[in-house]
T-cell receptor, first 114, second 117 residues
Framework: EAQVTQNPRYLITVTGKKLTVTCSQN?????MSWYRQDPGLGLRQIYY???????DKGDVPEGYKVSRKEKRNFPLILESPSPNQTSLYFC?????????????FGNGTRLTVT | AQSVTQPDIHITVSEGASLELRCNYS??????LFWYVQSPGQGLQLLLK??????LVQGIKGFEAEFKRSQSSFNLRKPSVHWSDAAEYFC???????????????FGKGTHLIIQP
């Protein structure tokens, strides 16, 4: 089954404790992206990647890192999480462009930073 | 820069009634337009998209949307809603001049649809 898998689904952590949210897709997609979803703000893009070893900042990259060492994986790293990073995070992928094929989303990771 | 506005944060509709969700965009030319749906606890799923041509586009789950250039709108409609349509709906706009990749879309803030029995 074609899917984007994020782990974990829920995560509670404390300020400053490094964490990684994993994202993996089994569709051989080139494009992958991370979004955060906050009430009243909708989805905002954090980082995206157009291919292996190619990443770029989205609209809200501060406080986040990503890597794309393999085509299927695109982890989101919070080196020193802060409470304002409490949010619902989504990973997404698409085959070529978001115009010719839809974005496939994972089921989300709800992060709470205390 | 492109932007998209969904004026309604919440909409309540009775089951079996018709539905229209509003979306207005800002862009210098004709953008690419999308509607996504997010069911509770799920990621987003593409309902339909408009690139060019016929301004009335059909999507999955019985939804349709109409592009109106004069009003800069791309409203989503369904003639008769079902309880399973309760979800969050996102309009998105993309620039035809961008690479069109995952960086190309700007999402609205979403409209929460509540279905009354």
């Amino acid at each position: 089954e074609a899917q984007v898998t994020q782990n974990p689904r829920y995560l509670i952590t404390v300020t400053g404790k490094k964490l990684t949210v994993t994202c993996s897709q089994n569709m051989n997609h080139e494009y992958m992206s991370w979004y955060r979803q906050d009430p009243g703000l909708g989805l905002r893009q954090i980082y995206y990647s157009m291919n292996v070893e190619v990443t770029d900042k989205g609209d809200v990259p501060e406080g986040y890192k990503v890597s794309r060492k393999e085509k299927r994986n695109f982890p989101l790293i919070l080196e020193s999480p802060s409470p304002n990073q409490t949010s619902l995070y989504f990973c997404a992928s698409t085959a070529g462009t978001a115009y010719n094929s839809p974005l496939h989303f994972g089921n989300g990771t709800r992060l709470t930073v205390t | 820069a492109q932007s998209v506005t969904q004026p309604d944060i919440h909409i309540t509709v009775s089951e079996g009634a018709s539905l229209e969700l509003r979306c207005n965009y800002s862009y210098g030319a004709t953008p690419y337009l999308f509607w996504y749906v997010q069911s509770p606890g799920q990621g987003l799923q593409l309902l339909l998209k408009y690139f060019s041509g016929d301004t009335l586009v059909q999507g999955i789950k019985g939804f349709e949307a109409e592009f109106k250039r004069s009003q800069s709108s791309f409203n989503l409609r369904k003639p008769s809603v079902h309880w399973s349509d309760a979800a969050e709906y996102f309009c998105a706009v993309g620039s035809p001049y961008s690479g069109g990749g995952a960086d190309g879309l700007t999402f609205g803030k979403g409209t929460h649809l509540i279905i009354q029995p």
